[in-house]
Structures are given as structure tokens and as C-alpha cells.
């Protein structure tokens, strides 16, 4: 028993005969037990949830199949189960599965067990031995995303259509949606979540976006980045943001003959950041930044997710007449990082804009897309 008035334990005496007291906790009142279960719903970000959720499903389907026992699961069930689908080769004849998705299943599967009470199997020598074992024999190049560098940016915003009705209206949120990415240098989930109340306009900085939670930041703290005036009006993030905010207040203020004679009227060679914007006061400011807009321009309720950037730089650049196999939404993240190091910008100079919490990480995209930057090569006279 602990004292209340002291952090020492304190011992009972039961006199001979009698009944000890007993020790079984009372019940949890049911509004904890669902604050509990809030509370656990949110330890994880939703895609991770998900992809565990999938993993799970994936290993219990295998062991139904093969007559194994899920939970609990032994190592050498779990060993099987790895090797088995780790060995599966894609059309090309490559590994289908990378080492890094394969140590995600078996962390999935841990994660079900400890929280069904059992030990996690992927802590047995069984399951981390071949777990090496696969990341050895597995080596291929990591697949990441060509970075999408200013110049070709350029390329892309100027093929956009944003004058026709109704196609000018995507034409705004997607231009907008490419040049806040690009200088904020945002994960595709990052900017995609943004509401109209997470961006304000500052008078000497430009924008200044709001993050609650990141990939790095799973626990909330949040974190503000600065997106500054741009000299060029095509590529300034507070022209590019409002000029969708103006589409925005008339989509949801005015009639589609407005929304017609704003889209006509728009213009991407002149800066209006520096004006009145009493739009903003119009909108409300938990909405979604970035929406659907569906066929006719009807423009949705809810916020676009991080696959809809995706999918929006690959058919930008394919309207451009670039090639968008190798690009997708982290190709404005990553093209961001190049294109501040081709500049001159320092490891740590990037980190205060990409929140990378490593060093060594942004010397990955220097290494593979900037290999000519401080290198001796170019000085021996070739």
C-alpha cells in the first residue's frame, strides 16, 4: 500500500485469521475507458494506422492459408512469413518489397501483439536474424522521386490553363497547391491538410503556414514556415495563394458569371500580394485550403489528400510536355532541397525549412542530385 502523504510503501498488518483486503483494482468508469481509446486511436499518424491495419490483415490471411497460428505468433511463423513474401519478385524481376517495408510488417505485427498482451515475436533471434538476412540480400537503389528544380516549375505553371471556365478554377488551386509546395518545401499530406486559418500574410515575410503535426512532429508541438515574396509573380507563394483564395470567395460569394470575368481577368505576370485582401475575412478559416473541384468547377467541402498532389504534378508535367514517370508529390519537397543546395544554401539553412531532423538526410539529395556542388572533378581540367 503507498502512503498518500509519502512516496515510501507502507505495510499492512493483517491479524491472524482475518481477511486480507483485496487487491483487484475497481472497475474504470466507461468515459475513461473511451478517453483511453481516443487517446490510442491518435498515437499514431492515420496513414501509419493504416498501413499497420493492412500489414496485419496480410500476415493473419497468410497464416489462415498455411495453417499457422497468428496471435500468438511464434519467430519461426513470423521468419516464414517474411521470407515467404519477401521473396516475391515484381514484373520486372526485381524484390517486389523493399527491406524497409518488410521491417514495417514485422512491426505491425509486434504492435498487435504487445497490445493484446503477448511478447512482440519480432524481438526473437529467429525473426531479427532473417530480418538482416533480407536487408543484406535485398540491397537495390532506393526509389525516390526526381526533384522538380525552379526552372521546370516555371515550365509547369505557364502551361496551366487559368482563364477557361470551368477549367481555370483547378488551374488556380493546382498552381497554388505547386508553388506553396515547392517553397515550403511540404510532404504531399503536409500542404494537402492545410485550412485557410493556417496561412496568414505577413507584411515583410509573405506567408507565414501553420503545421499542427508533421512527420517529424507526431506529438503536436507544431511549427511555422515562412514562404517570402517572390520576384517573380509566377512563382511568388502569397500572388499564387491569393489568386486562389479570390477564386475561392467567388466560388462561394458571387455567381458563375463573377467567377467567369475573375478568371479571364486573371493575371500571373503581376504581383498582388501587397493589396487588400478582404477575401480572407469571407472565408471561413477552417476550411480546407486546398479542395476537390469537380467536373463543371464545382468546388468541394473537404480537403484533397496527399495522394490528389500527387497525382496533380504527374498531370501537370505531363500537360507541360515533360516526362512524369519519375515524378510525383515529394518531387516538389525534393526539388526544393536541390535546388537550395545548387544555390549554395547549407545543410542546416535547408533543415529550417524541410524540418529534417538530420543532416546526413539532406545530404542524400546533394549526393544524388547535386553531384558536381564542392566536388574536385571540377577542377582538374577536364
Not at 14 to 39: N, R
Request: hydrophobic letters at 40%.
Amino acid at each position: 500500500m503507498i502512503d498518500p502523504t509519502s512516496n515510501q510503501p507502507t505495510t499492512t498488518i493483517v491479524a491472524a485469521g482475518a481477511t486480507a483486503p483485496s487487491l483487484q483494482s475497481a472497475p474504470i468508469p466507461d468515459d475513461l475507458l473511451a478517453g483511453i481509446a481516443a487517446h490510442q486511436a491518435n498515437s499514431s499518424a492515420a496513414n501509419t494506422t493504416r498501413a499497420y491495419r493492412s500489414d496485419w490483415a496480410a500476415f493473419v490471411r497468410w497464416c489462415e492459408v498455411h495453417d499457422q497460428v497468428a496471435l500468438p505468433a511464434d519467430g519461426t511463423t513470423v521468419a516464414a512469413y517474411i521470407t515467404d513474401r519477401g521473396a516475391l519478385l515484381s514484373a520486372s524481376g526485381e524484390y517486389a518489397y523493399a527491406p524497409s517495408t518488410i521491417t514495417r510488417w514485422v512491426t505491425s505485427i509486434n504492435m498487435q501483439h504487445l497490445r493484446a498482451g503477448y511478447p512482440a515475436p519480432g524481438a526473437l533471434a529467429a525473426v531479427k536474424d532473417t530480418l538482416s538476412g533480407i536487408r543484406r540480400g535485398h540491397v537495390r537503389p532506393p526509389r525516390r522521386m526526381a526533384p522538380l528544380l525552379l526552372a521546370d516549375l516555371k515550365k509547369v505553371l505557364t502551361a496551366i490553363d487559368i482563364h477557361s471556365y470551368p477549367d481555370g478554377i483547378i488551374g488556380h488551386r493546382d498552381a497554388a497547391l505547386m508553388v506553396m509546395g515547392f517553397a515550403g518545401a511540404f510532404r504531399g499530406s503536409e500542404i494537402a491538410g492545410r485550412t485557410i486559418g493556417d496561412v496568414t500574410i505577413h507584411s515583410e515575410d509573405g506567408l507565414h503556414v501553420r503545421l499542427l503535426t508533421s512527420k517529424t512532429d507526431q506529438e503536436g508541438r507544431g511549427s511555422v514556415k515562412g514562404l517570402p515574396y517572390g520576384e517573380n509573380p509566377l512563382t511568388c507563394p502569397p500572388c499564387a495563394f491569393l489568386r486562389w483564395i479570390r477564386v475561392l470567395d467567388v466560388a462561394e460569394n458571387a455567381s458563375r458569371s463573377d467567377m467567369m470575368t475573375l478568371l479571364r481577368t486573371s493575371d500571373s505576370a503581376s504581383h498582388l500580394c501587397h493589396g487588400p485582401t478582404p477575401e480572407l475575412d469571407r472565408l471561413d478559416p477552417k476550411a480546407g485550403l486546398f479542395r476537390p473541384v469537380r467536373r463543371g468547377g464545382h468546388i468541394g467541402a473537404k480537403s484533397i489528400s496527399g495522394d490528389v498532389v500527387n497525382i496533380v504534378v504527374k498531370r501537370r508535367l505531363g500537360a507541360a510536355g515533360m516526362n512524369a514517370k519519375r515524378f510525383g508529390g515529394h518531387s516538389l519537397r525534393a526539388g526544393f532541397v536541390t535546388q537550395a543546395l545548387r544555390a549554395g544554401a547549407s545543410p542546416q539553412e535547408v533543415m529550417r525549412q524541410t524540418d529534417h531532423k538530420s543532416a546526413s538526410t539532406v545530404e542524400i539529395y546533394r549526393r544524388e542530385h547535386d553531384p558536381l556542388r564542392q566536388n574536385a572533378v571540377t577542377r582538374i581540367g577536364l
